[in-house]
């Protein structure tokens, strides 16, 4: 890990921004295998409709980039409860 206790404050605050964007980029691509390994999974294996495979899919893979977020990425930011935020 880098030290930046000696960078002036604004440097501190991009590299800031860029490591979350970082995990941001990694939580998205996760979710996009989620949704796709969903719904791989549950039309070519289970052979349930694209038409009901799909939102099913669409919807873990949310839960699963929110979670990752939450935890992660966003984790000094959010106050309050979990299900309040994810409305």
Known sequence: MISVESWPQPAVRV?????????FLIVGALGLMVNQ????TLHDVL????VM???I???LSMI???LLNERW????RGTGRLI???M
């Open 84 to 86: 309040s935020r994810a």
């Open 37 to 40: 390994a969903s719904l791989a």
């Open 15 to 23: 590299w800031v921004l860029a490591q979350r964007f970082r995990k």
């Open 53 to 55: 495979a799909s939102p």
């Open 64 to 66: 699963v980039t929110f």
């Open 47 to 50: 052979h349930v409709a694209v």
């Open 57 to 59: 899919a669409i919807f």
């Open 73 to 76: 990425t966003w984790h000094d």
